[in-house]
């Protein structure tokens, strides 16, 4: 059974980078065409898809990040990253790492991390 | 972006009863070429990640009780629990994802009268 677990710091000043990675146990980054992402939800509100990345090269970014994010995978840690810059109050939020339900699958995002909160403040 | 709309904000059904809730998308999520509705649902309790329920509309996950059931197409979809339970109390959620930026629900909190 994959498991998938956030790390990261949980405070973040305002302008700086937020840097969080997910390392996947039970399963490896590099096989089985799945996709891996980052979806994320501020305190009491909904759920946004930040992007998702496969082995494969295959990146998608929701242009809400306008061009400050960046995901990647590490296939000699097993895991995947999420990078985002010039961060402000609107950023703070539990942040989840997931992987595709199925092998090729981008929409239905089946195994979750336990997500990490961040927060960005002074 | 397909916005998603659900109905109600919360609900409150007493034990055994049944909560019904609804999803709009702002446009079709069918797939003609596959006969397939972009649309799943999720189910999140406090402290946890979400839970995937459904998929395809109306496909349950493995696992997931028989008392969950989906449908609906086109715009317009509805979950259903059949007899509330316990356990059954959270929030739920529908997303799209026929196109991108997939998009979720505001979500539903379901709890007991």
């Known amino acids: 059974q994959v498991q998938l677990q956030e790390s990261g710091p949980g405070l973040v000043k305002p302008s700086q980078t937020l840097s969080l990675s997910c390392t996947v146990s039970g399963g490896s980054v590099s096989s089985g065409n799945y996709y891996w992402s980052w979806i994320r939800q501020p305190p009491g509100k909904g759920l946004e898809c930040l992007g998702y990345?496969?082995?494969?090269?295959?990146?998608y970014y929701n242009p809400s990040l306008k061009s400050r994010g960046t995901i990647s995978i590490d296939t000699s840690k097993n895991q995947f990253s999420l990078k985002l810059n010039s961060v402000t109050a609107a950023d703070t939020a539990v942040y989840y790492c997931?992987?595709?339900?199925?092998?090729?699958?981008?929409?239905?995002?089946?195994?979750w991390g336990q997500g990490l909160l961040v927060t960005v403040s002074s | 972006d397909f916005v998603v709309t659900q109905s109600p904000d919360s609900l409150a059904v007493s034990l055994g009863e049944r909560a019904t809730i609804n999803c709009k998308s702002s446009q079709s999520v069918f797939y003609s070429s596959n006969n397939k509705n972009y649309l799943a649902w999720y189910q999140q309790k406090p402290g946890q990640p979400p839970k995937v329920l459904i998929y395809?509309?109306?496909t349950r996950e493995s696992g997931v009780p028989d008392r969950f059931s989906g449908s609906g197409s086109g715009t317009d979809f509805t979950l259903t629990i059949s007899s509330l339970q316990p356990e059954d109390v959270a929030v739920y959620y529908c997303q799209q994802f026929y196109s991108t930026p997939q998009t979720f629900g505001q979500g539903t909190k379901v709890e007991i009268k």
């Open positions: 990345i496969n082995y494969s090269g295959s990146i």
């Open positions: 997931a992987r595709g339900y199925n092998s090729g699958w981008y929409g239905v995002w089946g195994y």
């Open positions: 395809w509309a109306s």
